[in-house]
């Protein structure tokens, strides 16, 4: 699939006629017809602005291909959201949990809190995750 298509494409997926993208461009609407057809293509601003309307990023508009992210870049991403839907899921086990319980599981991480390291109460919170 061309550059001509690809936006053609984009454009029908967003749900715009070629006057409403050509007014959102601050471009004619001949422009964008000319774009589609393959006469012209648009210039590095405007296909800045169209990876931004529909989201894609400029290598997808150009080349049709998403570039791949690096994978020590996905893998922190994978881990950090991996460790906040953890903590959530542990705290929500905890509010589920009886009030004496609670309390006691309260007082618990207080005194090992006072008397050993904080990394205690940590492994604390990652065992709740694991409560049924």
């Given at each position: 699939?061309?550059v001509?298509?690809r936006?053609?494409?984009?454009?029908?997926?967003?749900?715009y006629s070629q006057?409403?993208?050509?007014?959102m461009?601050?471009?004619?609407?001949q422009?964008?017809?000319?774009?589609e057809?393959g006469?012209?293509n648009?210039?590095?601003?405007?296909?800045g602005?169209?990876?931004?309307?529909y989201?894609?990023s400029?290598d997808?508009i150009?080349?049709?291909?998403?570039p791949e992210?690096k994978?020590?870049?996905?893998?922190?991403?994978?881990y950090?959201?991996?460790?906040?839907?953890?903590?959530?899921?542990?705290?929500?086990k905890?509010?589920?949990?009886?009030r004496?319980a609670q309390?006691?599981?309260a007082i618990t991480?207080c005194?090992?809190g006072?008397c050993?390291?904080?990394?205690?109460?940590v492994l604390?919170?990652?065992?709740?995750?694991y409560l049924?």
């Amino acid at each position: 699939m061309d550059v001509s298509s690809r936006l053609q494409e984009l454009r029908k997926e967003a749900g715009y006629s070629q006057e409403q993208l050509a007014e959102m461009l601050g471009v004619s609407r001949q422009s964008v017809s000319k774009w589609e057809s393959g006469q012209t293509n648009p210039d590095i601003n405007n296909v800045g602005r169209l990876s931004e309307i529909y989201g894609r990023s400029t290598d997808y508009i150009i080349f049709g291909e998403e570039p791949e992210p690096k994978v020590v870049y996905q893998e922190k991403i994978v881990y950090q959201d991996k460790i906040v839907y953890q903590e959530k899921q542990a705290f929500k086990k905890l509010n589920d949990l009886p009030r004496s319980a609670q309390i006691s599981l309260a007082i618990t991480v207080c005194a090992l809190g006072i008397c050993a390291a904080p990394a205690v109460c940590v492994l604390l919170l990652y065992l709740i995750s694991y409560l049924p």
